[in-house]
């Protein structure tokens, strides 16, 4: 069974002790080990701050929300979703769609093996992270884990339900509420930020109403963003990281 090291990856853990994972290799060979998928500081935090209170304020305003997560990683910003929705006192129907990317097979498999407790084909240390990674998300709450892996279940019920790569010419199955845009920077992940690419993804996958958080701030996705009605918010970044961007249309 392969762990983390076989599919390219090695586990760090955080500031706030929740577990992220870093890429082995970096892209361009300029740093000795390549990106992380979280702020050192805290996975688990920065995920709260910068898509649960957006995933919040959703659930306050809309009914049946669709949600696009651009990077599945590790599955926090799912988990997340399904966390804000249960202290919400929300049930798996009350959330009309979440469609996560992920451009790493192992990652889908994984996430999804470990949502229906398929023990059996995960490696230990697989298992183990995700177990921490709930742990963390549930913290301070009085949500059970099998409580929120069932709420996952009903959104994700096959593999395939995970969609691979976000690519330049995907068609987006639906129109979405919430965008919780959480890929590799721009070094990483080139076309994912390109301005082009990002006004086509606003004009075809968002509603009348609906917002676009993530952690970074580029002048592409803000121009994208005005282009395409949204107000342009810039948050706090994470412990001192620069500024994070919300986007906000009718909402
Ligand atoms: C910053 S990490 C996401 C962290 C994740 N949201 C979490 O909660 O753990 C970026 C993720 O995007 C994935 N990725 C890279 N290129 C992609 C693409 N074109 N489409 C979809 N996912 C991609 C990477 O494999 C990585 O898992």
Same mark, same amino acid.
């Given at each position: 069974?392969?762990?983390?090291?076989?599919?390219?990856?090695? %586990?760090?853990?955080?500031?706030?002790?929740?577990?992220?994972? *870093?890429?082995?290799?970096?892209?361009?060979?300029?740093? +000795? #080990?390549?990106?992380?998928?979280? /702020?050192?500081?805290?996975? @688990?935090?920065?995920?709260?701050?910068?898509?649960?209170?957006?995933?919040?304020?959703?659930?306050?305003?809309?009914? =049946?929300?669709?949600?696009?997560?651009?990077?599945?990683?590790?599955?926090?910003?799912?988990?997340?979703?399904? *966390?804000? $929705?249960? &202290?919400?006192?929300?049930?798996?129907?009350?959330?009309?769609?979440?469609?996560?990317?992920?451009?790493?097979?192992?990652?889908?498999?994984?996430?999804?093996?470990?949502?229906?407790? #398929?023990?059996?084909?995960? /490696?230990?240390?697989?298992?183990?992270?995700? +177990?921490?990674?709930?742990? /963390?998300?549930? *913290?301070?709450?009085?949500?059970?884990?099998?409580? &929120? =892996?069932?709420?996952?279940?009903?959104?994700?019920?096959?593999?395939?339900? %995970?969609?691979?790569?976000?690519? $330049?010419?995907?068609?987006?199955?639906? #129109?979405?509420? @919430?965008?919780?845009?959480?890929?590799?920077?721009?070094?990483?992940?080139?076309?994912?930020?390109?301005?082009?690419?990002?006004?086509?993804?606003?004009?075809?996958?968002?509603? $009348?109403?609906?917002?676009?958080?993530?952690?970074? @701030?580029?002048?592409?996705?803000?121009?994208?963003?005005?282009?395409?009605?949204?107000?342009?918010?810039?948050?706090?970044?994470?412990?001192?990281? *620069?500024?994070?961007?919300?986007?906000?249309?009718?909402?």
């Amino acid at each position: 069974m392969k762990s983390w090291v076989d599919i390219g990856f090695e %586990i760090e853990i955080t500031g706030d002790q929740s577990p992220s994972l *870093r890429l082995l290799e970096s892209i361009d060979g300029a740093t +000795d #080990r390549g990106e992380s998928m979280h /702020h050192s500081g805290g996975a @688990c935090a920065e995920t709260l701050m910068i898509y649960g209170e957006p995933i919040g304020k959703v659930f306050q305003k809309i009914q =049946k929300p669709h949600f696009l997560v651009v990077g599945l990683g590790l599955g926090y910003i799912e988990l997340v979703i399904a *966390r804000e $929705a249960l &202290l919400a006192e929300k049930d798996p129907q009350d959330v009309g769609l979440i469609t996560s990317y992920e451009s790493v097979p192992e990652l889908r498999e994984f996430f999804f093996h470990w949502l229906e407790d #398929r023990k059996d084909l995960l /490696h230990e240390e697989v298992w183990n992270t995700y +177990d921490l990674v709930l742990e /963390h998300v549930l *913290r301070g709450t009085e949500l059970s884990p099998g409580k &929120l =892996k069932f709420f996952l279940r009903q959104h994700f019920k096959n593999v395939s339900d %995970i969609h691979a790569a976000l690519n $330049a010419d995907v068609v987006l199955p639906s #129109r979405y509420h @919430c965008i919780l845009y959480d890929a590799f920077s721009s070094k990483t992940s080139p076309h994912l930020w390109e301005e082009e690419f990002l006004n086509y993804i606003l004009k075809t996958g968002t509603f $009348a109403n609906s917002l676009l958080s993530t952690y970074a @701030c580029k002048g592409t996705l803000k121009r994208a963003l005005k282009q395409q009605g949204f107000e342009v918010i810039l948050r706090e970044g994470f412990q001192g990281k *620069r500024n994070s961007t919300l986007g906000l249309k009718n909402l």
